[in-house]
């Protein structure tokens, strides 16, 4: 074959690439359109591996990895696929399941213009980009199981108001720890006006779930800001739903096995 790789390594490539979403199988079937039923069907499963482990196969990308003048952009982009491609499912899942739409009026992540008390805010704090990936990875579960009912909202803490947190039957809060313990420089506005907030209960009424990320390697800090906001929303009101999950950067498959687990086990 091509490139002198087996017809058995091309499966496997295959394989993987439908497994981590990289490809999405789908069926548009017009006819069905015409007879008013939904025209689209959805043959591939929610992503269970990360993209990463495509990409490994793939030299364009392992190349630009191992350079040193381009390995930073390449991480950036990496990042921004698997966000691109989270999204991508989620919304091919909500057209899946929708009667007769127009794909304008499936509404997404980063999509959403109009704020309302039913939708669920996904909030991540980051440094790096990770809190994002996992948040829109949260955000195409969520939308797949339709486990919440109306719209997903991932917004970063950059561009959210504190008081946003309010204005939500739920909030899915995605962390990443920093330093010693630290929330991402982006959530320091929230922890303060969080631990403002405990004389007037101002989150009750809101149902918080939360997931960290960290490095176990930093035993007593890891995932210490997820811990820390969580209690924060108890202290002003809240409800805080299951447990704080825990993504460790040491797993061989990063944070992403205990992510699914948490996910599956708080919206299943």
Same mark, same amino acid.
């Given at each position: 074959?091509?490139?002198?790789?087996? *017809?058995?390594?091309?499966?496997? +490539?295959?394989?993987?690439?439908?497994?981590?979403?990289?490809?999405?199988?789908?069926?548009?079937?017009?006819?069905?359109?015409? +007879?008013?039923?939904?025209?689209?069907?959805?043959? $591939?499963?929610?992503p269970k591996k990360s993209?990463?482990?495509?990409?490994?196969?793939?030299?364009?990308?392992t190349k630009a990895l191992?350079?040193?003048?381009?390995? %930073?952009?390449?991480?950036?982009?990496?990042?921004?696929?698997?966000?691109? *491609?989270?999204?991508?499912?989620?919304?091919? /899942? !909500?057209?899946?399941?929708?009667?007769?739409?127009?794909?304008? %009026?499936?509404?997404?992540?980063?999509?959403?213009?109009?704020? !309302?008390?039913?939708?669920?805010?996904?909030?991540?704090?980051?440094?790096?980009?990770? $809190?994002? !990936? +996992?948040?829109?990875?949260?955000?195409?579960?969520?939308? /797949?199981?339709?486990?919440?009912?109306?719209?997903? *909202?991932?917004?970063?803490?950059?561009?959210?108001?504190?008081?946003?947190?309010?204005?939500? %039957?739920?909030?899915? *809060?995605?962390?990443?720890?920093?330093?010693?313990?630290?929330?991402?420089?982006?959530?320091?506005?929230?922890?303060?006006?969080?631990?403002? !907030?405990?004389?007037?209960?101002? =989150?009750?009424?809101?149902?918080?779930?939360?997931?960290?990320?960290?490095?176990? +390697?930093?035993?007593?800090?890891?995932?210490?800001?997820?811990? =820390?906001? /969580?209690?924060?929303?108890?202290?002003?009101?809240?409800?805080?739903?299951?447990?704080?999950?825990?993504?460790?950067?040491?797993?061989?498959?990063?944070?992403?096995?205990?992510?699914?687990?948490?996910? /599956?086990?708080?919206?299943?």
């Amino acid at each position: 074959m091509e490139h002198g790789q087996s *017809l058995a390594y091309a499966a496997h +490539a295959q394989k993987l690439a439908v497994e981590t979403g990289y490809w999405v199988l789908y069926r548009f079937d017009p006819t069905l359109g015409a +007879a008013g039923k939904n025209p689209f069907q959805l043959d $591939s499963r929610a992503p269970k591996k990360s993209p990463l482990e495509f990409l490994k196969l793939q030299n364009r990308f392992t190349k630009a990895l191992s350079n040193p003048g381009s390995k %930073e952009r390449a991480q950036e982009l990496h990042a921004g696929l698997i966000g691109f *491609l989270a999204k991508r499912y989620a919304e091919y /899942a !909500q057209l899946a399941k929708a009667p007769m739409v127009e794909v304008a %009026e499936v509404e997404l992540p980063h999509y959403v213009k109009v704020t !309302q008390e039913k939708d669920v805010l996904v909030l991540y704090g980051t440094e790096t980009g990770t $809190s994002r !990936q +996992a948040a829109e990875r949260c955000a195409a579960h969520l939308l /797949a199981k339709g486990a919440m009912g109306g719209r997903v *909202l991932v917004r970063s803490a950059l561009e959210t108001e504190p008081a946003e947190m309010q204005k939500h %039957e739920k909030v899915v *809060l995605i962390v990443s720890t920093i330093g010693y313990g630290e929330v991402p420089t982006m959530m320091i506005p929230h922890e303060e006006w969080l631990a403002a !907030q405990h004389k007037r209960q101002t =989150m009750k009424g809101v149902t918080v779930y939360a997931f960290g990320l960290g490095d176990s +390697a930093y035993e007593q800090t890891f995932c210490a800001a997820a811990t =820390m906001l /969580a209690r924060q929303c108890q202290e002003a009101g809240a409800t805080l739903a299951g447990e704080v999950g825990r993504g460790d950067y040491q797993h061989p498959d990063d944070y992403i096995p205990t992510l699914d687990a948490w996910l /599956a086990q708080n919206f299943a």
